[in-house]
């Protein structure tokens, strides 16, 4: 028996943790936090006491020290709840793993074990206002300094810049050489020199900080660089490769949350004296719905299963997130059409989910990338 469907106890007790959590802790609190934008920082912090952050970090450096089918299982069950909270835990996974992937033993110890000793919020800070998706024209600069590297230049949309204490920034030693002079280094929030921007008014994700950063002669010791200079664009490329199937289990929590509300409420409205369930156009909708959440976990858990196994998974992981992220766009957009003029409702949860759902498309890679990925590496095969 090759393939195996069964979570092991140990995934099953944390699917029922993250559970749990979602459903007494951050549900109770979604619909005001969406409504305020409000950045429910206890939750967070809670969420860190029980384990449910830094889930990538190795647990010798005090991080939770899961596999990336763990955190996809963990991230599902989160997003049912609120897709904002779940980006702004998740982010610190994303700031971390260039620091797992490149950093030394040495800065393993000085950056991750003190930040993951208590509870702290990492940044990614990779997009630029020219452009998020052509990486390696980003023009912010690292001038070295004798001991030093000084940073100029402004990154936008960061996820938790306003609350991180460290940013995980890619910037340029030499804007010419386009990819080749990328390079990763983690930079403390105190630097002197660093602005962070307004918190963003966003159509969803709301319970989540968004805000620009800029950076004028901000002096940041080399020892933080990660790898070497020039480094930053394959650290950058092998983080996302590695955090865009979470993103695709963070999709398939909103899609599922949408498929039950909607489920539900078809059985509890009637029209033309049956439930509306019970009309063939609403049962197939569901049904429609029911199949594209779970090929979506499947293909999540394919693709974090393979990178488990050391296997890389540029294509499967751009699948995973690009269908699980279209999938909760439809799935979510079909709720609303199920409650009728209800869905289109704020009282009712179903339109915070299409909101949120959006984002999945666009952050990580946009699924116009993933798709340039998925088509790239499949003609490599008939090359
Ligand atoms: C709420 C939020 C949180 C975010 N958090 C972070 C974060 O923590 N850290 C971070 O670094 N970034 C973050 N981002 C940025 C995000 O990753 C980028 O917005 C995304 O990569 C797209 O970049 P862009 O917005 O500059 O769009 P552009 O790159 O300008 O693209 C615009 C449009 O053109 C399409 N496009 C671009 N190039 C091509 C091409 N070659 N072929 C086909 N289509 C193309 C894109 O798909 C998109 O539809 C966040 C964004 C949002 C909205």
Not at 127 to 135: A, F, M, R, Y
Not at 138 to 149: A, I, N, V
Not at 304 to 325: H, N, R
């Amino acid at each position: 028996m090759a393939i195996d469907f069964e979570l092991t106890q140990e995934q099953k007790e944390l699917q029922e943790l993250a559970r749990r959590f979602a459903r007494d802790v951050m549900a109770p609190r979604a619909a005001k936090a969406d409504k305020l934008g409000e950045f429910p920082e206890d939750v967070y912090r809670k969420a860190w006491e029980l384990g449910l952050m830094n889930l990538n970090v190795p647990t010798e450096f005090g991080g939770s020290g899961l596999g990336e089918l763990d955190q996809c299982i963990i991230t599902e069950e989160l997003a049912y709840a609120c897709g904002g909270m779940t980006t702004s835990i998740s982010a610190n996974c994303l700031a971390l793993q260039p620091i797992n992937l490149a950093a030394t033993k040495e800065q393993k110890e000085r950056l991750l074990k003190p930040f993951c000793a208590s509870y702290n919020l990492a940044s990614f800070a990779l997009t630029e206002p020219s452009g998020g998706s052509d990486v390696a024209s980003m023009k912010t600069t690292l001038k070295r300094e004798g001991d030093e590297y000084v940073i100029n230049g402004e990154k936008v949309f960061i996820t938790n810049a306003p609350h991180a204490s460290i940013y995980t920034l890619f910037a340029t030693v030499d804007a010419a050489r386009r990819h080749k002079g990328v390079t990763a280094i983690v930079v403390p929030r105190n630097t002197p020199g660093i602005t962070v921007g307004k918190d963003e008014d966003k159509l969803g994700h709301r319970a989540s900080a968004t805000s620009s950063i800029t950076f004028e002669n901000a002096r940041v010791p080399v020892a933080n660089r990660l790898g070497e200079e020039g480094d930053g664009f394959k650290i950058a490329m092998n983080t996302l490769d590695s955090t865009r199937t979470p993103i695709g289990a963070l999709a398939t929590g909103i899609a599922r949350a949408a498929l039950d509300h909607a489920a539900k409420y078809s059985l509890q409205r009637s029209s033309f004296g049956k439930p509306i369930g019970e009309h063939q156009a609403i049962a197939l909708k569901l049904a429609d719905m029911a199949q594209k959440v779970t090929a979506a976990r499947l293909l999540v858990w394919y693709s974090a299963w393979l990178a488990d196994q050391g296997k890389p998974v540029p294509m499967e992981s751009s699948i995973a997130k690009c269908f699980a992220s279209d999938s909760a766009m439809e799935v979510a957009n079909e709720a609303i059409q199920v409650f009728g003029g209800y869905g289109y409702m704020r009282e009712y949860p179903v339109e915070k989910l299409l909101r949120d759902a959006k984002l999945t498309q666009i952050y990580e890679g946009s699924n116009e990338i993933q798709r340039l990925v998925i088509a790239k590496e499949l003609l490599k095969r008939f090359a």
